[in-house]
């Protein structure tokens, strides 16, 4: 059986929102990461549960209001409850398994460096890039959704 290994480049996603292709952006990083990055020519993609952030992966109240929405008027459709241990994860463990499930590798939008990513990464690196190059640089054979995060209380 032969595998098919087309390379295939970075996906839009309806949630993340394009910046325009020359945006300058940065991803600051620790000396062993950035020789990471250039040995073998590949981004380190962190899983997002392991960031450090109980938020990282959280849905908005609104989202869970109709989560819980959905899952009422299906168990009403249906005539039955939500049943545990019949092969369904209660919303909190699929959230949990998202999350799990989710990787990530940040850069910074911003025309100049910052100071406060200086000071978390220390004697750490730099690199400058735009976001079309970054974007025209993904290859893949797994699909990676590119754009700016939006960030909401």
Known sequence: MLCDHRLVPAVKHPVFDPPPHNTTIWRYSDLAKFVLLFAPRTLWFARADRLGDPHEGALPLRNVRA??????????????????????????????????????NCWNISPDENHLLWAYYGKGVAIKSTYGSLRRSIQTNDPVYIGKVRYID
């Open 67 to 104: 989560r819980d929405s959905f899952i009422a008027e299906a168990e009403l459709r249906a005539g039955t409850a939500w049943q545990m241990g019949q092969g369904l994860a209660s919303p909190e463990e699929a959230t949990l398994v998202t999350v799990k499930s989710t990787f990530i």
